[in-house]
């Protein structure tokens, strides 16, 4: 009997023992809770590449510059990077602040790269198109109010000149500079001899201007100023001076401002053919959303009278005298010559 009773105490120390065994590896499971899962990212968003801090322009962007983020599909960045070794190793082309997505336009290649390849300026022409550099000032260049990306229209005025020979027996008019002869008569001089004087030299030409519309909806690729370069100046050779040799002024280097347009190669012809010929060529900004291509009329000198319907005024003997005292230096300056 009391074997039975130490073996079912025996027993019940056991079972005692494996439950508390149990429990000390059970029990913490339960207290935890479910073990942790990854949470998707869900169907809408898509992860792409954001800027973990502000990256300044011509820094080489590194691991810690950079992290993902999921964002919404419907808005996602054209070009945007999925990849963040897409984008290491890379040089901010532009600052690119924090939380913005990164997209191609804001890189370039890294230095030693961009070295072996060429411009970055290329990589912005697209194909089919070439970069045409033409010299502006201020009032070519819309006072330099253009900048990258503006559309412009280019204007020329130029002036042509009649060059058909004579034919056998063809006699050549000679112009009579009518303002010459005038003055002459005033002088005193016979009609007939003032105005065989004011006829004009029969090799000279007429010169028409005409002003015309030659491109349009050009996009504006860059503008700058252009340093030429300084050329190296022979050593002068020294001569002894009494005093002190004061220092050489240095002489500024001339500043050109360019604009370089988008154009395809025969437009690009066009330029150089304009810029060769001494033309006046002009740029009109036109609005960004302004695509449409216009038909214009050539402008001369008998175009505007007809268009505005100017009375050309009989021809006189007489004509004012302007006033060239010292006193009234300027025509145009009124007070002075009160």
């Not at 070009?79 to 336009?105: C, H, L, M, S």
């Not at 034919?167 to 001899?193: C, M, N, T, W």
Request: aromatic share 6%; net charge neutral.
């Amino acid at each position: 009997m009391r074997r039975r009773r130490n073996r079912t105490l025996l027993l019940l120390v056991l079972v005692i023992l494996v439950l508390m065994v149990a429990a000390l590896f059970i029990l913490p499971r339960f207290a935890a809770g479910p073990a942790p899962t990854a949470t998707p990212t869900p169907a809408f968003l898509q992860s792409i590449v954001i800027a973990a801090q502000t990256i300044p322009r011509g820094a080489i962007i590194t691991e810690s510059d950079v992290t993902l983020r999921g964002w919404p599909v419907e808005v996602l960045p054209e070009g945007a990077f999925t990849d963040t070794k897409a984008v290491i190793g890379k040089v901010a082309r532009v600052d690119i602040p924090r939380q913005k997505p990164i997209v191609p336009e804001d890189l370039a290649a890294a230095p030693a790269e961009a070295a072996r390849r060429g411009s970055e300026a290329a990589l912005f022409i697209p194909p089919g198109k070439v970069a045409f550099a033409f010299p502006v000032d201020e009032a070519a260049a819309v006072a330099f109010n253009l900048a990258p990306g503006d559309k412009v229209d280019v204007l020329v005025t130029f002036a042509l000149i009649q060059t058909k020979p004579l034919a056998d027996g063809e006699i050549y008019h000679r112009p009579l500079d009518e303002d010459l002869a005038r003055r002459l008569i005033a002088l005193g001089v016979e009609p007939p001899a003032a105005a065989q004087t004011a006829l004009m030299d029969p090799t000279q030409r007429v010169a028409h201007r005409v002003s015309q519309l030659v491109l349009q909806n050009v996009e504006v690729l860059t503008v700058g100023t252009f340093e030429a370069p300084q050329r190296p100046q022979p050593t002068p050779v020294a001569t002894p001076a009494p005093g002190p040799t004061p220092a050489p002024t240095p002489t500024p280097r001339p500043r050109q401002q360019f604009i370089v347009l988008l154009v395809s190669q025969q437009d690009a012809l066009v330029l150089q053919w304009l810029r060769e010929s001494g033309a006046v060529v002009d740029f009109a900004l036109r609005n960004p959303t302004d695509n449409q291509l216009v038909r214009t009329d050539p402008v001369t000198l008998e175009s505007l009278i007809e268009r505005l319907g100017i009375t050309l005024p009989p021809a006189n003997n007489f004509d004012l005298l302007l006033d060239n005292t010292p006193g009234c230096p300027d025509q145009f300056a009124r007070e002075p010559c009160r």
